[in-house]
């Protein structure tokens, strides 16, 4: 029996991320304004592992199939998904950078800096979407704003601080 490739298995773990992210997405509580979720960590994980291609793929597959499953087609489908592509390159240049050596400090603040990029560009994405579809209330839009960069940073913190031992673990398996 042959063996399969390095190529063969990085798409395959970047599917299996990229449905992850989706399924993350999509079983996450939502607050309206907050939503408290997993779906970056599948995208950071392959970022990480992989670069920033790979991340920004996951990142872009994952939001896209759960936008899909979520909300459908919408005027603002791709800029949902915006944010995810971004964290995946942004995570991705890191690593590559570091020829994927990272440091836990390093990964813990790139990926504190991504998080909260994240919540800027989708507090900007609820913004426009609010105006497009006529759902505007300040205290959806700006009222939020700081319970939910706290949250990023929450969030963040706990990626940034478990992914060192996840990485390993996972470089172990493939």
């Not at 504190?112 to 560009?121: E, P, Q």
């Amino acid at each position: 029996m042959s063996r399969v490739s390095s190529e063969t298995k990085r798409l395959t773990i970047d599917a299996m991320l990229s449905a992850m992210c989706a399924v993350l997405g999509y079983v996450a509580i939502d607050l309206g304004a907050i939503k408290i979720t997993f779906e970056s960590f599948p995208v950071i994980l392959g970022a990480y592992l992989f670069g920033p291609v790979d991340g920004a793929i996951i990142g872009f597959v994952g939001t896209l199939v759960y936008q899909l499953l979520r909300y459908g087609v919408s005027a603002t489908t791709l800029l949902w998904m915006l944010p995810y592509v971004v964290l995946g390159l942004g995570c991705g240049i890191y690593a590559k950078k570091k020829d994927y050596k990272m440091s836990r400090r390093g990964i813990l603040i790139v990926t504190l800096i991504t998080g909260l990029m994240v919540t800027a560009m989708n507090s900007a994405v609820i913004y426009l979407d609010s105006k497009i579809y006529g759902y505007y209330y300040p205290a959806i839009v700006l009222g939020m704003l700081i319970p939910r960069i706290l949250t990023a940073v929450g969030e963040s913190i706990v990626f940034g601080l478990a992914m060192p031992a996840v990485i390993k673990s996972v470089k172990k398996v493939i």
